[in-house]
């Protein structure tokens, strides 16, 4: 059947084929791991980005392929999880913008928007790698693109686009050495793949999936399953240990300022960044939201003229709001004052100024919705004085001045991370990441100015720096790779000092530790000059595997050894699922014995998948 | 005999043979163990203490000299016409300092007594006595004492490495220290007291060894490669890590003067054992 053009309906079931399509790939997909142990579900990850961001496009029908095109964008980058995800979430993303506006899409503007998506994630990467899923959604638009000037067909533009993506996947050994050595082709980019059999197999009215097509597709629809994983709402900040008391005069940015600016029609993109940074000058808390012609901006300022003029520059002003949270501070204080004379002004935040409207959290945090909704800085202001006494809206100003979230696995290692002040400890690691909603909805539920994000895994770095952008305030991750880095880093971090002398301590404590790991091997493989069998157990010293056995204790002693070959000082083991108590006392005396100065720690984490995590600190 | 008249209290922790040399006078706190209640570091020597404090079950307990304890003294010294500068531990610590004021206040407005708050305790404001007590025996006036005092205060560098924070957390003398507690880790948090008398926490390393080395360079980074005088307080019996943190600074710095005290038992209270404190000037 020739098609020549897809609509918005038509476009979305055509995502929901791949979609499903990628659902009953999930198991295979993780059997791809590039890694002779479970690291990284990439499938699993792929398969909830993308029925996080279907589950959005379901929410949202729409007969305009730009607007189904936009909500799906706008699920999958809440919802991006894991490396892929993530990288998916930035292809749709880059591709939703291509189609904005477009009430149907035909080959030519199809490749278009696949060119667009892989600019996209290209750069949302910072270090992108070949032979994986970047290099099979760029070849695959580049065939696009060619095939869109020769056909007009849609089923058979799409089928080339398919057989290059196919093609490329099977280069990606040739491509990235640990995949050849380990005999597979990128996860990944396998996972793009699926998604687009799903897409030609619906342009072609074939099944997405030959069996149990039916309940794939009802899954794929389903709401999302990491809704119930959320973080809680923000609490009032009243129930905030570390909160800050507020002295009016402290208010250095007084100007609470919420509008928004109506772009003109084809004008010139919006310099988010120089705009950005003009606001710093003179403020902080900015969010800048862009929506097709709008921007939302949200600011505390010290010069509201200035904000106004810039803004001016790029368009009309609506939806003003302005409000001096000095004038409210000294507004909410005075009753208080009044009625206990001689006393000093409350001490428990009660008489706090409630400041800016908060963006709810969710996919309503990005203000998409706030143009045509009520403006918040209105029912904030009736707020304040109807009811003066009531409970306190969280603050900007008299929040803690830092939050921390880690990402953690293992009970254990998650009451050792609260032992040293984390604030929200996600559960999430090896599998199962946490997406950059979670994280998202994490950095929102503190009563914080800035937050410190320690993702503890490199499968999390990327939907961490998501969430930092998407968040309402400072975010900083700071790069942690594994489980003890985080915890050295939180060791040097002191509430009391300014945030670059925290990222800087902190930075140098988590480079500064060793980390090994054992674990048993999945499948037969030879690595690092080493022949390992399935079942066996290895040690892993940061990326190498540096030791195979057929106990974890041996594998334990043998990468013990390798780990203090440079000396340290203080060895931490954590033991997780499958560790005897007897094995780790082994260790210890074996510690104590071969290495007498070393101060040694066992800790029961109740990591899965790992009997031993071992910290040396020099 | 000078005109100017050195007056503390027990927890200054200093060495009896200087106190009495330097004829400083010192009112104790009381320490009590059940019903059974002991003057500081007169009834109750400190290793004494110590061995005693590991046997007892409950925690012992602390209190502060009353009023009339210090007007007794201040009398004495008044009716011999000497004026009195009165140093007392951290008011934020315990209520030694306001017992002072308040038996000055009960003089009538002739008398010259001058009633400090060190915001500091043990021979971290101990040396500070003992500083100003010289420098009333070679003549100075009661201005000059003061004024010596306050800037020996600001110049001593001090750092309190404790076994467990436990003890300060069960006698609340814990301070901004507190976010610390309940670490699973076994983490040494080095710890010093502000200018407002709170404990107050300036790093945390894992192990004791990393503790010595970051007080040490915590004091390089101050102090440049500057001689200096080095007091260590140290708790008998439990002193190893004193030794050895005694040896690496004397190994790294010009040491020109050095003095080991015993910390009392009304600190070592709510210190515990194995807490040593180091107490740094230019020399």
Redesign the interface.
Same mark, same amino acid.
């Given at each position: 059947m020739s098609r020549r053009s897809l609509n918005g309906k038509e476009w979305t079931a055509m995502v929901l084929a791949g979609a499903a399509r990628l659902s009953a790939n999930e198991s295979r997909i993780n059997a791809l791991n590039v890694f002779p142990v479970p690291d990284g579900d990439t499938g699993t990850n792929m398969n909830l980005t993308m029925t996080a961001g279907v589950a959005e496009l379901n929410h949202k029908p729409s007969d305009e392929v730009g607007r189904a095109a936009e909500a799906l964008s706008k699920g999958l980058l809440m919802g991006a999880r894991g490396n892929s995800g993530v990288i998916l979430s930035q292809l749709f993303r880059g591709f939703a913008r291509a189609a904005q506006g477009e009430r149907e899409m035909n080959a030519t503007q199809f490749a278009n928007a696949l060119q667009q998506g892989v600019d996209t994630a290209y750069k949302a990467v910072v270090k992108p790698v070949e032979g994986t899923i970047l290099t099979v959604a760029r070849e695959a638009a580049r065939q696009a693109a060619t095939s869109a000037r020769r056909t007009a067909d849609l089923t058979e533009f799409m089928r080339e686009v398919l057989a290059k993506a196919s093609e490329t996947l099977n280069r990606t050994p040739e491509m990235l050495p640990v995949l050849k050595q380990v005999g597979v082709v990128d996860s990944g980019g396998q996972g793009l793949v699926c998604l687009y059999e799903g897409f030609l197999a619906y342009l072609t009215g074939m099944p997405a999936v030959d069996t149990a097509g039916e309940t794939m597709f009802a899954a794929a629809a389903a709401p999302a399953p990491q809704a119930s994983r959320a973080v809680p709402a923000p609490k009032p900040s009243a129930g905030s240990a570390a909160q800050a008391k507020l002295e009016t005069e402290s208010i250095d940015f007084p100007y609470d300022m919420e509008f928004f600016i109506q772009r003109a029609p084809a004008s010139a993109p919006f310099p988010e960044k120089s705009f950005r940074q003009a606001l710093e000058r003179d403020g902080d808390s900015i969010i800048l939201i862009e929506d097709g012609d709008i921007v939302k901006v949200h600011v505390h300022s010290r010069r509201p003229g200035d904000v106004l003029n810039y803004a001016l520059a790029h368009g009309e002003l609506t939806h003003l709001h302005i409000l001096n949270m000095r004038e409210q501070h000294r507004e909410l204080l005075r009753p208080a004052a009044a009625a206990a004379p001689g006393t000093a002004a409350p001490q428990d935040g009660t008489a706090a100024a409630p400041v800016a409207p908060k963006p709810p959290e969710g996919a309503e945090a990005l203000g998409l919705e706030a143009a045509s909704g009520i403006p918040a800085g209105e029912y904030e202001l009736a707020g304040v004085t109807a009811s003066p006494e009531s409970e306190p809206n969280p603050d900007a100003h008299e929040m803690a001045a830092y939050g921390v979230v880690a990402v953690s696995v293992g009970e254990g290692n998650a *009451?050792?991370f609260r032992? =040293?002040?984390v604030d929200v400890v996600l559960s999430g690691g090896q599998s199962m990441n946490p997406s950059t909603e979670d994280l998202l909805g994490a950095i929102h539920s503190l009563s914080a100015q800035s937050v410190l994000v320690l993702p503890n895994n490199p499968n999390i770095l990327l939907a961490a720096k998501q969430a930092a952008e998407l968040a309402d305030r400072p975010v900083t991750v700071l790069p942690t790779r594994t489980i003890p880095q985080g915890?050295a880093a939180m =060791?040097a971090f002191? %509430? /009391?000092d300014s945030e670059s002398a925290n990222v800087e301590r902190m930075t140098k404590a988590f480079e500064r530790v060793l980390t090994g790991s054992v674990t048993q091997a999945v499948r037969d493989t030879q690595m690092d000059g080493l022949d390992i069998r399935a079942g066996q157990y290895i040690g892993i010293l940061d990326k190498t595997i540096v030791a195979a056995a057929d106990s974890a204790e041996e594998a334990g002693f043998r990468l013990l050894e390798r780990m203090l070959s440079g000396g340290g /000082?203080?060895v931490?083991i954590l033991t997780g699922e499958g560790a005897a108590e007897e094995q780790a006392e082994r260790l210890e005396a074996w510690l104590g014995e071969r290495y007498p100065d070393a %101060?040694v *720690?066992t800790?029961e984490g109740g990591q899965p998948l790992y009997p031993f995590l071992f910290a040396v %600190?020099p | 005999m000078a005109s100017v008249a050195l007056v503390t209290d027990s927890t200054a922790d200093i060495p009896r043979e200087l106190r009495d040399r330097l004829g400083i006078s010192m009112v104790p706190l009381k320490v009590m163990f059940g019903s059974e209640t002991y003057l500081d570091n007169i009834e109750l020597q400190p290793d004494e203490f110590y061995q005693k404090l590991t046997r007892s079950q409950a925690l012992p307990t602390t209190s502060q000299p009353s009023p009339a304890d210090f007007y007794d003294v201040f009398k004495k010294l008044t009716d011999e016409g000497r004026s009195v500068v009165s140093v007392h531990l951290s008011g934020a610590f315990s209520g030694t300092y306001q017992s002072a004021v308040i038996a000055k206040s009960m003089f009538e407005d002739g008398a010259d007594i001058t009633v400090i708050d060190s915001c500091s305790a043990s021979y971290g404001y101990g040396h500070i006595v003992v500083a100003a007590a010289e420098l009333a025996a070679r003549g100075a006036a009661a201005e000059e004492v003061v004024a010596e005092v306050h800037r020996l205060r600001r110049a001593m560098r001090l750092y309190v490495l404790v076994d467990t924070l436990e003890y300060l957390q069960k006698g609340g003398r814990i301070g901004k220290a507190a976010a610390l507690v309940g670490s699973l880790l076994n983490i040494k948090p080095i710890l010093t007291i502000d200018d407002g008398g709170v404990i107050t926490s300036v790093d945390k390393v894992r192990g004791q060894k990393r503790a010595m080395a970051r007080i040490a360079e915590l004091l390089e980074a101050n102090l440049g490669s500057r001689p200096i005088n080095l007091m260590i307080a140290l708790t008998p019996g439990f002193d190893e890590t004193a030794k050895e943190l005694s040896a690496l600074l004397k190994q790294r710095f010009d040491v020109r003067s050095y003095l080991e005290t015993a910390i009392g038992p009304v600190v070592g209270t709510h210190a515990g054992p194995g807490t040593v404190g180091v107490f740094v000037t230019p020399a």
């Open positions: *009451e050792l032992s =040293l002040g915890m =060791l002191q %509430e /009391e /000082e203080i931490t %101060e *720690e800790h %600190e | -």
